[in-house]
């Protein structure tokens, strides 16, 4: 049996640009991931490449201290670039894939 994703990606149906992270492993936590310009004027922020933001997390375990927590949060954006390049690719075979069927 193939164990569980670490990390899980998604993105908010009402409010498109605005990504959720999903960290599965401990410590399991949610954070927001938004453009820079939409972070919220309060609460911990975090920034990112791409001049996005890491905002309102949530920790379901116990909340690391500060240096854990800094690590985790700020390798989100690593996370971001990485599923953004796999969508890339997938688009890209999705793309050669209709190509070849004409």
């Known amino acids: 049996m193939r164990p569980p994703d670490e990390w899980i990606i998604g993105e908010g149906l009402e ?3 605005r990504f ?3 960290h ?3 410590p ?3 954070v927001e991931v938004c453009d820079d310009y939409q972070a919220p004027a309060s609460g911990l922020t975090w920034s990112l490449a791409d001049n996005q933001v890491a905002c309102n997390a949530i ?3 116990a909340r690391p201290a500060r240096d854990e927590l800094d690590q985790l949060i ?3 954006g690593a996370i971001l670039a990485d599923y953004d390049e796999r969508v890339q690719r997938r ?3 999705d ?3 209709l190509d070849s069927e004409l």
């Open 20 to 22: 959720y992270v999903i």
């Open 15 to 17: 409010a498109p640009g």
């Open 95 to 97: 793309q050669i894939d």
């Open 91 to 93: 688009i890209r075979r």
């Open 74 to 76: 700020l390798s989100v």
């Open 59 to 61: 920790f379901f375990d």
């Open 28 to 30: 399991m936590f949610m």
């Open 24 to 26: 599965a492993a401990q």
